[in-house]
């Protein structure tokens, strides 16, 4: 059976690519899961789905509501949740996703730059292993896969 990991967080760079391409290369044998990445689609969802809305506080509610249903049964399966942070967009979600697997008691490795250290001390707090690099992610992922 696969181990799975949920890849949540950051959407605007390829750090889920490279985690990717590590793990083939490495030939672990892992899952990967993750949340709709396709911005457009994320934000719009509710309204696709359930009808349009004149508040924008609406239309936000309905898609969160629906991708958190994604979030939640995503987590639920996973081994471990890894969480980016990027440094231009604050990712309020992945807090979010931090506290829900680490109440769940699946393991959380985050994921950002130096420079976020002192904002996140309190998500890095929850994680198991903080890191700045997708190759340090894959890095552990192939230390505790190993037989």
Known sequence: MAYKIYLSGEIHSDWREQIKEGITKRKLNIKILTPIIHHELSDNIG?????????????????????????????????????RFGDKYRQWNAAFDAGLAAAKGIPVITLHSPELTHPLKEIDAVALAVVETPQQVVDILSYILQA
């Open 47 to 83: 309204v696709k789905i359930l009808g349009e809305e004149d508040s924008a506080f609406w239309k936000d509610h309905k898609a969160a509501k629906i991708n958190a249903l994604r979030t939640h049964h995503y987590i639920n399966q996973a081994d471990l949740v890894v969480i």
